[in-house]
């Protein structure tokens, strides 16, 4: 691989000589009758191949051979412009356009397919097409057609992405596999590209567009699990007056009213606001089960001079849901919970998850040049949240079952700084576009307690209790004597080169990277604790990776592509392994991955669709074998830190139109994910959380003429069997599930109105995020109303 990637190399240098024919420069900026530059413009002179898309600040730069041109610009919302211009050898052109509006009818604007950019999860502003990995976005569109508010509504339309199951009930958090391997909590999740926990409902009413970058990415982002990245895009502050009211009722009780609200501050809309608010309210199929969420969310943008601009974002959430362990079979067995209620509740009223989040987030962007722009990050995080449970035990022959009691207080602080600089110009004919940046990413966080189990009481699954007396909630204090620590820099390089008139792409890319990670204890504060002794554990590692790709367009519209990427993930001590001495520094894990696809915007860049075939190896994985793996006491377990797994599959994705009135999001996945060899299981056992098998298909129609305004849409999302834990017990594979959703509804100027029914079928499905025999049922059948209003003021 060394030698592949040096030849690599040398070949894109040796590039730079080529192709000095006679061809000259283009230069311009696009901007709204606002005077606000306009991103992603398609920039191309008519009847050639040459073109390219604006940058932030509008600009774009392009080469061409000398002569006379028809240039071209189209973007969704306004109309297309065209224009005589020259081009001469070794001078360059300068042009302005300012595009003009299509309509002041509300509608939402939206770019689909592989014609999408993902500026803050890839750090340029590269169409997806051009960029050789497999990514995935989901705008606003989908998320309204599919009366979406959770975040597992969404991931479902990204294939080889799965929800396994909630921490402790649908109102905490949530748990992703993607590509076979779990997502970390800490690791995996962005907002904006920076990193964020996984502890809350991270979808939210401030979100643009969900975006997921599959396979290893820790050349951008460092020590991250191999399945890939999830990205939040924020919604920022719009030029024109602008309101936007969701009102959202249906059954178990839902009310969750929501506002966006945006517009200039200043005459001249050089200082511009938006605020996004709601709150929802909502019971369960399940007894007992409810849960209370509040969101607000303002931004502020200032163009503070032609050239810099500033961007502050601010989000606070406030989160109590039920505690909510699941179900538990009577024998065991996944085929047992046949015998059970659905909405069978085997908590306590007491118990509540408490989830509480501010964010702050800013960006300053300076424009160097046309072609060159500079970017400052800024991110800071404090969560707390507190877990306060009940877990079920093997019921007896006659019902009766033990209740084991958990619950903590966590606080964590979270802070990332990252400057970067994104760049395109030309050696000869030769056209690059450069990442250059560096990053700094900490967080820290303590417990009150460990989280044991301890014995609460005894009930019967027959007549379970669920109102006990004297329920003691877990102290604010005091915290435990320790605090573990995670922090991360890195420095990125990257060149995506492109020749022969684009037709071919290389890119190559380098990270060095440390990652300092583990526990820092309080000398002054262990005398008597069970921490006594103790010395810091901070596991410091230095990691190179690398990035290789290229990039073949035959056509403008489809590209043909193969990538080698490595990822790292650094580990912990584990304080609570009874072995813990043995592993105080333990090995980093290591992946790699093979990509080849293809990406195609046909049907007049109308319809998108991206297929792609992986193989992922991940080395050194954590894992951990249970003291008594016959009646394992789940405090008792040793870890291990070797052992190779594999990860191979087939995805496609497709987004679009397929006609003007009908738009389809779809995919399919095949994910072979096993054991090549482990310490603690057997070789070939399939890795936990991974179907083999999953698709999903949404279509929506939206008629013209008398019935403009009408939208009627359904959707089949399918889910293989798969295995919750990595010993494969065939008592506790998950079956194969399916659900299948509509949605109606109709528009009619500033007012809408829509109905969604999920899981019409009432399909009972389950997830196991825990291993263990506690299964989570997912929602039964479902209907919401939504109601809206739009209004605008130019």
Do not use: C
């Not at 820290?444 to 989280?451: K, L, V």
């Amino acid at each position: 691989m060394r030698n592949f990637t040096f030849f690599l190399v040398l070949f894109g240098l040796s590039l730079v000589a080529l192709g000095q024919n006679q061809k000259g420069t283009l230069a311009g900026n696009i901007r709204d009758k606002n005077g606000l530059p306009i991103s992603y413009v398609v920039v191309f002179l008519e009847g050639t191949k040459f073109g390219t898309i604006t940058n932030e600040q509008g600009n774009f730069l392009l080469k061409a051979p000398v002569g006379d041109y028809i240039l071209k610009t189209q973007y969704v919302g306004f109309k297309d412009n065209s224009m005589a211009i020259s081009i001469k050898e070794e001078q360059n052109a300068n042009i302005a356009l300012v595009l003009e509006e299509t309509s002041n009818e509300l509608e939402t604007v939206e770019v689909t397919g592989v014609k999408v950019k993902s500026a803050s999860a890839t750090r340029t502003l590269m169409e997806l097409q051009d960029i050789p990995q497999a990514i995935v976005v989901l705008g606003q569109k989908t998320i309204d057609q599919q009366g979406a508010f959770d975040l597992t509504t969404i991931v479902r339309n990204m294939s080889g992405v799965n929800f396994t199951g909630n921490y402790s009930g649908a109102g905490s958090y949530q748990f992703f596999n993607a590509r076979g391997f779990d997502l970390s909590n800490s690791q995996n999740y962005r907002w904006n590209g920076m990193m964020i926990w996984n502890l809350g409902n991270n979808y939210s009413d401030n979100i643009e567009q969900v975006e997921f970058l599959k396979g290893p990415t820790s050349i951008l982002f460092g020590d991250v699990a191999p399945g890939g990245i999830m990205n939040f895009v924020t919604k920022k502050p719009l030029a024109d007056f602008t309101l936007d009211v969701d009102f959202k009722m249906g059954q178990w009780n839902l009310w969750r009213p929501a506002i966006d609200v945006s517009g200039p501050i200043t005459k001249n809309k050089h200082l511009r606001y938006r605020v996004n608010t709601s709150y929802e309210k909502s019971n369960s199929f399940r007894k007992n089960v409810t849960s209370d969420r509040f969101l607000i969310a303002p931004t502020l943008a200032w163009d503070i001079t032609p050239k810099l601009s500033f961007n502050l974002e601010a989000v606070y959430k406030n989160a109590t849901a039920s505690d909510d362990p699941g179900l538990v079979s009577p024998d065991g067995t996944v085929s047992g919970l046949n015998k059970l209620d659905p909405a069978l509740y085997l908590s306590e009223n007491s118990h509540k998850y408490l989830f509480k989040d501010q964010s702050y987030f800013s960006t300053l962007t300076y424009q160097l040049t046309k072609n060159w722009r500079i970017r400052a990050v800024g991110f800071l995080g404090k969560t707390s949240n507190r877990p306060f449970g009940l877990w079920p035990d093997q019921p007896d022959s006659i019902g009766n079952f033990t209740r084991k009691q958990y619950g903590y207080y966590q606080n964590l602080i979270n802070y990332s700084a990252s400057a970067d600089a994104f760049g395109t110009f030309y050696t000869g004919t030769i056209k690059h576009n450069l990442l250059i940046g560096l990053e700094y990413q900490a967080t820290s966080y303590q417990y009150t307690n460990e989280g044991y189990l301890s014995l609460f009481d005894t009930t019967n699954i027959n007549n379970p209790l669920t109102n006990k007396d004297g329920v003691v909630v877990p102290s604010k204090n005091p915290y435990l004597p320790f605090e573990s620590r995670i922090a991360r820099m890195g420095f990125y390089f990257q060149d995506q080169i492109m020749f022969l008139n684009e037709k071919l792409h290389l890119l190559l890319g380098i990270r060095a990277g440390q990652t300092k990670q583990g526990n820092h204890y309080f000398q002054d504060k262990l005398a008597g604790t069970d921490y006594e002794g103790y010395t810091d554990d901070i596991v410091t590692k230095n990691v190179w990776t690398p990035r290789v790709g290229l990039v073949y367009k035959p056509k403008s519209y489809v590209s043909i592509y193969s990538s080698y990427s490595v990822g790292y993930e650094i580990n912990s001590p584990d304080i609570f392994a009874q072995n813990y001495a043995q592993y105080a520094t333990p090995p980093a894990t290591l992946s790699s991955q093979v990509e080849i696809g293809t990406k195609a915007n046909i049907l007049k860049n109308k319809l998108g669709a991206t297929l792609s075939i992986f193989q992922i190896n991940k080395r050194n994985p954590y894992g951990f074998v249970y003291l008594d793996p016959v009646n394992p006491n789940y405090d008792e377990y040793n870890v291990y830190y070797n052992g190779h797994h594999r990860s191979e599959g087939i995805e496609l994705d497709i987004d679009g139109k397929i006609i003007k009135q009908l738009s389809v999001t779809a995919g399919a996945a095949y994910t072979n994910a096993y054991i090549i060899n482990d310490p603690g299981y057997a070789k070939g056992n399939r890795l936990p959380n991974a179907s083999r098998y999953t698709g999903n298909i949404w279509l929506n129609f939206e008629p013209t003429g008398k019935l403009k305004g009408l939208t009627i849409g359904s959707g089949v999302f399918y889910k293989d069997k798969f295995f919750s834990g990595i010993n494969n017990d065939t008592n506790l594979e998950i079956p194969a599930s399916y659900t299948i959703d509509m949605a109606l509804g109709y528009k009619y100027k500033q007012f809408g109105a829509q109905i969604n029914a999920t899981n019409i079928t009432n399909q009972i499905n389950y997830a196991n995020p825990w291993v263990f025999n506690l299964f989570e049922v997912r929602p039964l059948r479902r209907v919401v109303l939504t109601l809206t209003y739009k209004f605008q003021k130019k």
